[in-house]
Nanobody, 118 residues
Framework: QVQFVESGGGLVQPGGSLRLSCAAS????????MSWYRQAPGKERELVAT????????NYADSVKGRFTISRDNAKKMVYLQMTSLKVDDTAVYYC???????????WGQGTQVTVSS
């Protein structure tokens, strides 16, 4: 059974940093690209960042480029999101997920809340 368990969210002031973690299970982690998504109140869920199966070239939404860094540890079946220079607009529930073709299956975890506020 595919599962994602996110952690590391919290309340942070604008300009601050957070590191999110995600533990994945139920599939061969090292074979698949992994992504972070986020959903702000009243908005659609959006793709934030993606890392390929073996690491390497990552991709980011324009809104977080240069501020967020996605990484993974295939031995631990973990994916991370280092967030710096946080803005109020980054406030959302953050989710990790597998390949986009899995979106139809709805394997979403509980997510982790990030609130950026002074």
């Amino acid at each position: 059974q595919v599962q994602f368990v996110e952690s590391g969210g919290g309340l942070v002031q604008p300009g601050g940093s957070l590191r999110l973690s995600c533990a994945a299970s139920g599939f061969t982690f090292s074979r698949y690209a992994m992504s972070w998504y986020r959903q702000a109140p009243g908005k659609e869920r959006e793709l934030v960042a993606t890392v390929p199966s073996a690491g390497g070239t990552t991709n980011y939404a324009d809104s977080v480029k240069g501020r967020f860094t996605i990484s993974r540890d295939n031995a631990k079946k973990m994916v991370y999101l280092q967030m710096t220079s946080l803005k109020v607009d980054d406030t959302a529930v953050y989710y990790c997920y597998g390949p986009s073709r899995w979106l139809q299956y709805g394997y979403w975890g509980q997510g982790t809340q990030v609130t950026v506020s002074s």
